[in-house]
T-cell receptor, first 113, second 111 residues
Framework: SAVISQKPSRDICQRGTSLTIQCQVD?????MFWYRQQPGQSLTLIAT?????????ESGFVIDKFPISRPNLTFSTLTVSNMSPEDSSIYLC??????????FGPGTRLTVT | SQQGEEDPQALSIQEGENATMNCSYK?????LQWYRQNSGRGLVHLIL?????REKHSGRLRVTLDTSKKSSSLLITASRAADTASYFCATDRRAGNMLTFGGGTRLMVKP
């Protein structure tokens, strides 16, 4: 199994600012993903983080709002840009090796005031 | 968009009883995974069942998969108060593809 850590675990940010969330996996993985979980809701995929190339975004999510980096097989960052209160959510990093189990980090709880 | 729908949305039982949660999905899948989430924390992976499997067990958990009905169930036997959490099913349509989540079932186990 993969152990995933995220930083920060939570933050309170002012509207209009940006926050970068870091995700570290304890082993090399082929796939890394970023999900959003709005209060009381299920998880929605934001994008697949591709090593060495641009992330693949799902419908409704754009690179200018959620830029993602993945410089190697164990690390990725998600930036939430120009934040508004509607961005208040839990952001979860996830990793998967092939067709095996997919694991999740502990999440970053973001509150935008 | 959500691939799966879970039923019921909320379930309240007494400690010691069994809890059954159901998940339906729309398209063919490679595998289906079940997760637990405690009160806004990260997701804990419970079990993965592949499309060519019909049943899997892990401790007090039993998962079934019926690909003809596009449905799965998670049974927790002899529930404990510590099982109180939200449970999600998630599917992928191709090997190594990203997971799509159902809406989740909020389980409360009363001591």
């Amino acid at each position: 199994s993969a152990v995933i850590s995220q930083k920060p675990s939570r933050d309170i940010c002012q509207r209009g600012t940006s926050l970068t969330i870091q995700c570290q996996v304890d082993s090399q993985v082929t796939m890394m993903f970023w999900y959003r979980q709005q209060p009381g809701q299920s998880l929605t995929l934001i994008a697949t983080a591709n090593q060495g190339s641009e992330a693949t975004y799902e419908s409704g999510f754009v690179i200018d709002k959620f830029p993602i980096s993945r410089p190697n097989l164990t690390f990725s960052t998600l930036t939430v840009s120009n934040m508004s209160p509607e961005d208040s959510s839990i952001y979860l990093c996830s990793a998967r090796q092939g067709s095996y189990e997919q694991y999740f980090g502990p999440g970053t709880r973001l509150t935008v005031t | 968009s959500q691939q799966g729908e879970e039923d019921p949305q909320a379930l309240s039982i007494q400690e010691g009883e069994n809890a059954t949660m159901n998940c339906s999905y729309k398209t063919s899948i490679n595998n289906l995974q079940w997760y637990r989430q405690n009160s806004g924390r990260g997701l804990v992976h419970l079990i993965l069942i592949r499309s060519n499997e019909r049943e899997k067990h892990s401790g007090r958990l039993r998962v079934t998969l019926d690909t003809s009905k596009k449905s799965s169930s998670l049974l927790i036997t002899a529930s404990r108060a510590a099982d109180t959490a939200s449970y999600f099913c998630a599917t992928d349509r191709r090997a190594g593809n990203m997971l799509t989540f159902g809406g989740g079932t909020r389980l409360m186990v009363k001591p």
